[in-house]
């Protein structure tokens, strides 16, 4: 009866396991988890219910809540995405001298590309998967997206593709390596940035990711109830400013002072100025619409 009633709120054809234990939480039990208050996430709530009237609406369509959920996943991805390129790129493209204004657009567009690549050969695999039951790292069962179909992963969630949500999860991987680069800007050549977050990506962010993300994850306080931190983090504070920030730290300080530092005048010309303003406009956009 009970997995009768899922099928039917999801609108589900496949068999799919839904633990007898499972209760679904209520709004309370979620804003005391996440820390929102009840009224941001009714907002919420409300915000996916009129995407989901629109569509049926404009297409004469009745959409099914499962279908409704990864619309809604799909566009956040657009979004996030859009936070790198153009707006960390503009953001930061805005901060350097005219010379160095396309070295630091094309760094952010060259991440993109490389982590895309990374995430699909093995990132996903280390993050998400299990098969290695290693509280640092995640395992080779999706290793070039081997078995991420449109089915759901059910360690993760019932109703959201595993596919889509590998995809939103790629444009995280994305924008945290491309935040080092503003501390590091006009102080290393475009293949040195493609070398460094290459290690970086497998020595810092799939490791730290499958931690506090991953099923076994060390630091999974909501999917793994044998993690020995219980850290909740939806929003990737630490996963993805956390890992960031530090990084950029320590980077700036094995780099050191670019040259000509206090000797030289570095005069940033109008048109970066312009693209600061742009991409930090396009990033505070951004994250309005996500939360």
Not at 75 to 85: D, E, H, Q
Not at 155 to 175: C, E, G, H, K, R
Request: charged residues 10%; aromatic residues 16%.
């Amino acid at each position: 009866m009970e997995d009768q009633f899922v099928h039917d709120l999801f609108g589900l054809t496949e068999p799919i396991f839904v633990p007898r234990y499972w209760n679904p939480p209520s709004i309370f039990d979620l804003a005391q988890k996440t820390g929102f208050d009840v009224e941001s996430l009714i907002f919420c709530f409300a915000i996916g219910g009129v995407g989901a009237a629109l569509y049926d609406l404009l297409t004469g369509k009745r959409s099914r809540p499962m279908a409704t959920i990864e619309k809604h996943l799909m566009t956040s991805s657009a979004l996030v995405l859009f936070m790198t390129l153009p707006g960390l790129a503009l953001f930061y493209g805005g901060s350097v001298r005219r010379k160095n204004a396309l070295s630091v657009l094309t760094q952010c567009f060259g991440i993109a590309g490389l982590v895309t690549i990374l995430w699909w050969a093995f990132g996903y695999s280390l993050v998400f998967g299990k098969n290695y039951n290693s509280p640092f790292c995640g395992g080779s069962e999706y290793f070039f997206f081997s078995r991420v179909t449109s089915a759901p992963n059910t360690d993760y969630a019932f109703w959201v593709s595993q596919n889509v949500y590998a995809i939103f999860q790629l444009m995280f991987a994305i924008i945290t390596p491309a935040l080092i680069i503003g501390a590091v800007a006009e102080r290393m050549k475009y293949m040195s940035v493609l070398a460094f977050v290459t290690c970086w990506m497998f020595l810092v962010y799939f490791p730290q990711a499958h931690m506090v993300w991953g099923i076994t994850g060390l630091m999974n306080g909501i999917w793994n109830a044998n993690s020995q931190i219980k850290a909740i983090d939806f929003a990737g504070g630490t996963v993805v400013h956390m890992t960031s920030g530090w990084s950029a730290l320590i980077l700036c300080i094995i780099l050191g002072p670019r040259l000509g530092f206090h000797t030289a005048w570095y005069c940033v010309w109008s048109g970066p100025v312009c693209f600061g303003s742009d991409g930090t406009a396009l990033m505070r956009e951004e994250q309005s619409e996500q939360m």
